[in-house]
């Protein structure tokens, strides 16, 4: 096997609300380094991914890259996460959001395009692979945009401006602006492409090497193809160069294609659709009121105070002050299961530890009403319909702890599979109806729907 010596690459998974962009570059970065692949040397790529993410981290990673590579160098910046442009008092500005991002403090938080702009322009190689998987699913809050317009960008012009100065210098953007990216487990659809075409998928030449077009080719066709032509992939490269970007297979000519661990990869149906469904905390230390759940849950679960997840000595570490601790499944049908204190919410939903200031008693008749006419408007729309109905119903039914995010995303989904039920969400987030529960980002994709 043969090392691609004048590879370097720095690959930012930002994770937060974007979890699984940490898994993203995770597989990035596993491939690039697999000497069996495209066998870039361990110590010429840096992974960033969550807290080890943030716009410092970011910065710092594009000076490294600035230092350690070399006019003959080939490098590859992979940004996985959040791209948005922001319509301001002081014109149209464009952000990278790393982990960690403050919206009342984004250029503190944030990678602007012009600074994102002036480290790539420092990193002297002469054949520059930046690959910017942003527009997924979710992002800002609207209310907390202190009156800004925001919008999502798949990438930051003034990126794009200095690397169209290079022959040699290409940029491919997972989906147009109006577009969202598609997830997937554990890779997104963009991510998977580039994954298969790094492992020699529609290598235009047999002698073992990944180029810039190859790349851009499949992606651009395949994309596409995995989303149902919802999300299409943006090139820019204008005059540049067909460089070699990697080995496929380790220097040999026989293309050896994705690892097994990726070869079933699962793509969402709808951007979104995987938001929020695994939380991984494995080895953590978890403070407070906490539930690690491992299997299906339908309803609210309810737990008290769990130590240290991942321990096989449980019985020393979870604390359930005073309450029953149940190992195994808990069948009710009817009845109420009580740990300490019996606590009566008429159908609604309480978790020990909250502080809980009026508006609890929320009866499931209450709740049926509301929903009723949306309910009407869907009852001949597709299962896909129905079924964000009932996931918008059952987060609705955590009252203050409801998701505004997630029920956002539930609303514009709905409004786009059926056009027919706008007024009837607009009806349910009504002030009579369930007006509180609707946050910023709600409140701002029923505006968009009422336009």
């Known amino acids: 096997m043969s090392t691609f010596t004048e590879g370097h690459a ?4 930002v994770g937060g609300d974007l979890a699984n962009t940490i898994d993203d570059a995770v597989e990035m970065n596993a491939i690039l380094t697999d000497e069996e692949r495209c066998a870039y040397p361990k110590g010429q790529v840096q992974l960033l991914t969550g807290e080890k993410a943030r716009r410092a981290d970011v910065l710092a990673g594009l000076d490294k890259l600035a230092q350690t590579a070399k006019p003959d160098s080939t490098v590859i910046v992979y940004f996985s996460g959040h791209g948005y442009q922001v319509e301001s008092q002081y014109g149209i500005l464009h952000f990278l959001m790393p982990f960690g991002y403050d919206q009342a403090a984004l250029g503190k938080t944030a990678i602007s395009g012009q600074d994102f702009a002036k480290k790539l322009q420092a990193i002297p190689a002469q054949k520059l692979l930046l690959l910017l998987d942003c527009c997924h699913a979710g992002g800002l809050d609207p209310s907390r945009a202190g009156g800004d317009t925001l919008t999502k960008a798949p990438l ?40 298969e075409a790094l492992c020699g998928d529609g290598a235009s030449q047999a002698d073992g090497k990944v180029r810039v077009a190859d790349i851009a080719i499949y992606t651009g066709g395949k994309v596409p193809q995995r989303t149902g032509d919802k999300q299409h992939p943006l090139l820019n490269y204008e005059q540049a160069d067909n460089f070699v970007v990697a080995f496929h297979s380790g220097g040999e000519v026989q293309a050896k294609g994705l690892p097994t661990r990726l070869q079933n990869v699962e793509i969402e149906p709808e951007p979104g ?33 769990v130590g240290r997840i991942g321990d096989t000595h449980t019985t020393r570490n979870v604390n359930t002050g005073g309450g029953a601790y149940v190992e195994r499944d808990v069948n009710v049908t009817g009845g109420d299961f009580v740990g ?16 809980v200031t009026g508006g609890v008693n929320q009866s499931m008749g209450d709740m049926a009403n509301y929903f009723a006419p949306l309910e009407a408007a869907v009852r001949n729309a597709s299962p896909e319909a129905q079924a964000a109905v009932e996931e918008l119903k059952a987060e609705a039914a955590k009252g203050e702890r409801a998701d505004d995010n997630k ?33 910023g980002a709600t409140k701002y994709v029923l505006g968009k729907l009422r336009k």
């Open 407 to 439: 029920m956002a995303d539930l609303v514009e989904e709905l409004g786009g599979l059926v056009p027919g039920a706008v007024e009837a969400l607009v009806g349910l987030f009504a002030p009579a109806a369930l007006g509180k529960l609707a946050g």
């Open 340 to 355: 300490r204190d019996r606590v009566n919410v008429s159908g609604g939903f309480y978790q020990p530890g909250w502080t």
């Open 156 to 195: 930051p012009p003034e990126a794009t401006a200095v690397l169209a100065q290079g022959r040699g210098q290409v940029i491919i953007a997972s989906s147009r602006a109006d577009e969202l990216s598609y997830a997937g487990k554990p890779c997104s659809a963009f991510t998977l492409a580039l994954l």
């Open 273 to 305: 659709a995987f938001a929020g469904l695994t939380i991984n905390q494995q080895g953590q230390t978890v403070r407070g009121n906490q539930l690690n759940i491992t299997g299906t849950v339908s309803g609210p679960a309810v737990g008290g105070n």
């Open 10 to 13: 720095l690959l930012v998974g």
